[in-house]
């Protein structure tokens, strides 16, 4: 697939906003990096977005996630190697990504509050807004799958 244009170099000052979003999520959301990482994942996997899974993979990978949680992922109910932190994350991931079709359901809420703070439930609905918008920006403008390289191990990004 060929990519329509380069989103990030065509309006930097507009994308800021988005990357500002994500760096607020991950230096005040108190969330754990394994289990953003696989909130991005579990929504692109909903969402097909091919760039946004190789990104995030590599990443979790990069940060020491294991193949075997990875490849679960799309089967996370049944597999028995989420927590149920990570389990109630990727159940309210899944209502928001198909909120016109669950409109985020009450008991899923509910689970997801049973295991987050009011400020980490506000991070984790924040990253799973910017994950979606990502998820949009990378397949609308077909961003090509394969080409992102994860930073150094230990470097900020």
């Known amino acids: 697939m060929k990519a329509r244009m380069?989103?990030?170099?065509?309006?930097?000052?507009?994308?800021?906003?988005?990357?500002?979003?994500?760096?607020?999520?991950?230096?005040?959301?108190?969330l754990e990096s394994s289990l953003l990482e696989l909130v991005k994942m579990r929504a692109?996997?909903?969402?097909?977005?091919?760039?946004?899974?190789?990104?995030?993979?590599?990443?979790?990978?990069?940060a020491?996630?294991?193949?075997?949680?990875?490849?679960?992922?799309?089967?996370?109910?049944?597999?028995?190697?989420y927590t149920?932190?990570?389990r109630a994350a990727l159940a309210w991931a899944e209502a928001l990504t198909l909120v016109s079709e669950s409109h985020a359901p009450d008991d899923v809420y509910a689970e997801m509050r049973a295991h987050f703070s009011e400020p980490e439930a506000v991070a984790l609905t924040m990253a799973i807004i910017a994950i979606n918008g990502w998820n949009r920006l990378a397949i609308g403008f077909r961003a090509e799958a394969g080409t992102y390289q994860p930073p150094a191990v230990g470097a900020a990004h």
């Open 84 to 86: 149920d932190r990570e």
């Open 6 to 30: 380069n989103y990030r170099t065509a309006s930097p000052a507009v994308l800021n906003g988005m990357m500002e979003l994500e760096q607020a999520v991950r230096k005040h959301g108190g």
């Open 64 to 81: 020491g996630e294991t193949e075997q949680r990875l490849y679960g992922l799309s089967a996370w109910r049944e597999a028995p190697y």
């Open 44 to 62: 692109s996997q909903i969402n097909g977005c091919a760039y946004c899974l190789d990104m995030h993979s590599k990443d979790a990978r990069a």
